[in-house]
């Protein structure tokens, strides 16, 4: 039909152009075999360039909107991460603080043992050199009984003028002077 329609109007302007000549307007199977070619064109640009535009077109907007939406769940997923990441990091801190104080905890309680060991090493090292000293002690005051009774003998037989030579006697006598000795030393003592 747009076929017919254009056909008589090109036979109008062809009637017209013999009639009139001008110059601007073109020969008349110039302007038929155009409209033609121009009806061709779109034909084959409507029925199939146009429709494969359009996919494209539609394609390219799926897939930046796709795109989009992908770019929306990955920024989803790095929040949701981001968010995991700062429990994980809160938790470890807070694992971290716990297990410093555990440390401070047994460091302190490894103190108070070491201190106590200390003392109960310290404690037997001061009972053992007391017992010693009482050895000692003891070995000091038999010997220095025994000299001040040799002494004391020889004194005596000096001044006695008398051999106080038998030994029982001899000890008996040293005896009972330092019993004596030790009686008046411990009543000035009290």
């Known amino acids: 039909m747009h076929a017919m329609m254009l056909a008589e109007h090109a036979a109008g302007f062809v009637a017209a152009a013999e009639k009139n000549p001008n ?4 020969d008349a199977a110039e302007l038929i075999f155009g409209t033609i070619s121009f009806l061709i ?3 084959v640009l409507g029925k199939m360039l146009i429709p494969r535009i359009q996919q494209t077109l539609a394609e390219r907007t799926d897939a930046i909107e796709g795109g989009i939406k992908r770019a929306e769940e990955a920024q ?10 700062k429990e994980q990091l809160a ?17 302190a309680q490894i103190i108070a043992e070491m201190r106590e060991q200390a003392q109960t090493e310290a404690q037997r090292v001061i009972d053992q050199a007391h017992a010693q000293i009482e050895a000692d002690r003891q ?12 002494l004391a003998v020889d ?36």
């Open 23 to 26: 110059p601007l307007l073109p």
């Open 41 to 43: 064109v779109l034909f």
């Open 76 to 85: 989803d997923e790095a929040q949701r991460v981001l968010e995991q990441y």
């Open 91 to 107: 938790e470890a801190r807070h694992e971290a603080a716990r297990l410093r104080e555990e440390a401070r905890e047994q460091g």
């Open 139 to 150: 070995q000091a005051f038999t010997r220095l009984r025994t000299e001040i009774g040799e």
């Open 155 to 190: 004194l005596a037989s000096r001044i006695v003028g008398e051999s106080l030579e038998d030994e029982a006697r001899r000890r008996g006598t040293v005896d009972r002077f330092l019993d004596q000795l030790e009686d008046r030393t411990a009543r000035a003592e009290a």
